[in-house]
């Protein structure tokens, strides 16, 4: 730790609606950890707001990716550089393990987090009892939407659509319950959405949903949660949970599932020597583990100025709390305004997704403004600076944005290392743009 760490509240405790901004000092740290924090090497200086599509990627993560990357010797070989590589991949397991706070089950890796949630998916609908029907909601990423609604069509299930609170921006545990049958195999959950920014209660869901149907395998879409506070596999009572790390500070190119011990096993692609339980096709890129561990001991680094509790996960908790609060006080600057500037929630004919100070809110401010293109005001602001993006009725969000009459919206995009004064640069350059108070 380089600082002394200080107490700080348990990790279940509700946050002040305004949340709480790191202190100057450590932010600025915090961003020094960061590659590009506030320059784009192809057009400079620039505010990223643009973090649901991708977070920055910490400066370690790449130096210890590259070191690793160039080590040619493959696990599994007598030899001592084998031997290296193991232990690198090992530990790669264990702290992916904290970070998603899973004692047991099984993790693998895949090519990306959509790749993982479709081959469990197909999975586990091919290994169901025959029959009955698979579930999913519409505010749902394709990942989940499409691979579920694809694999009842292809083993002869009913395929239900789960609808979400329009006004709120989410899906509850009675939603579920109106659409979950006792003859339900699967049924899948998105954590927080990167088009609403809402998360969702994904434990409450789950009960919800084994009240009706105990057996139904439950899939979950972590990928947008992922990078807005910490995980709790272990309470969360479900069947799979999946990731991105190119969401969490990571490289590209890789997606990690965990899965409980009854998906785990059921029938699945392996070479038929392995494990029941073995999911794994090839070999993994020792690099990619290593880089997971770099980002795991930043929030470790990170979780020890709020917690005197020694453990990693203990600071992970921490470091994930700490997160939220910064970016909840954000959000609240950037609607609110401050600073002297104007918040969103005052610009007129402006619709905001789900209601400004929202609890469920994570980092994600998406809106439309009445006789404004949304992918206009993402090439003006590009133009004084602050990158962000616009959504669009695509394969993408198509199901999302037309439950809410959208066509498209822009989607400004926080995380821990942003700081009020980029929000305040955001909102002089939103006066320049949008329609005035």
């Not at 694999?151 to 009675?174: L, M, N, Q, S």
């Not at 149907?213 to 990928?223: K, L, Q, R, S």
């Not at 059921?266 to 990619?288: F, I, M, N, Q, Y």
Request: negative net charge; contains cysteine.
């Amino acid at each position: 730790m380089t600082t002394t760490p200080t107490p700080t509240a348990t990790a279940h405790q509700p946050l002040a609606a305004e949340g709480a901004f790191l202190p100057r000092e450590l932010l600025s740290q915090v961003r020094r950890h960061f590659l590009h924090v506030d320059t784009c090497p192809f057009t400079g200086k620039r505010v990223f707001f643009e973090n649901a599509g991708g977070s920055l990627t910490l400066e370690s993560v790449v130096a210890r990716s590259a070191e690793v990357a160039g080590i040619p010797d493959n696990e599994h070989r007598d030899n001592p550089a084998s031997h290296a590589v193991s232990r690198i991949v090992s530990a790669g397991r264990d702290d992916l393990a904290s970070f998603l706070g899973a004692s047991g089950g099984v993790i693998f890796g895949g090519e990306t987090g959509t790749e993982c949630l479709f081959r469990v998916i197909r999975a586990a609908a091919l290994a169901a009892e025959a029959g009955g029907s698979i579930v999913a909601c519409s505010v749902e990423h394709p990942a989940t939407y499409d691979a579920t609604a694809q694999w009842a069509r292809r083993t002869g299930r009913d395929w239900i659509e789960v609808p979400f609170d329009v006004e709120a921006g989410r899906v509850t545990a009675a939603h579920y319950a109106d659409c979950v049958r006792p003859d339900t195999r699967i049924a899948t959950i998105l954590h927080t959405s990167p088009v609403t920014g809402m998360s969702m209660d994904v434990a409450e869901i789950t009960r919800t949903i084994r009240t009706v149907a105990p057996e139904c395998m439950i899939i979950v879409d972590g990928i947008q949660h992922a990078p807005h506070g910490f995980l709790a596999v272990d309470d969360y009572g479900v069947d799979a949970y999946v990731i991105s790390p190119y969401k969490a500070y990571c490289r590209f190119n890789n997606g990690y599932a965990w899965l409980s011990d009854r998906l785990s096993v059921v029938d699945h692609d392996r070479l038929s020597g392995k494990p029941t339980d073995a999911w794994e096709l090839g070999s993994r890129d020792p690099s990619a583990l290593a880089g997971v561990s770099a980002m795991v001991d930043y929030l470790t680094w990170l979780g020890g100025h709020f917690t005197e509790e020694p453990s990693r996960r203990a600071c992970l908790v921490a470091a994930g709390q700490a997160m939220c609060a910064h970016e909840r006080a954000l959000v609240h600057r950037l609607l609110h305004g401050g600073a002297g500037q104007t918040g969103l929630v005052d610009f007129p004919g402006l619709q905001l997704i789900g209601q400004a100070d929202s609890p469920y809110r994570e980092g994600v401010v998406s809106f439309a403004v009445e006789g404004v293109d949304a992918n206009q005001v993402v090439a003006e602001l590009g133009a004084r600076g602050i990158r962000v993006h616009a959504r669009s009725d695509d394969v993408y969000s198509g199901n999302i944005l037309r439950p809410l009459g959208l066509k498209a919206v822009t989607r400004v995009s926080l995380a821990h290392y942003n700081s009020a004064d980029e929000i305040d640069t955001c909102l002089a350059a939103l006066a320049e743009v949008l329609p005035r108070p």
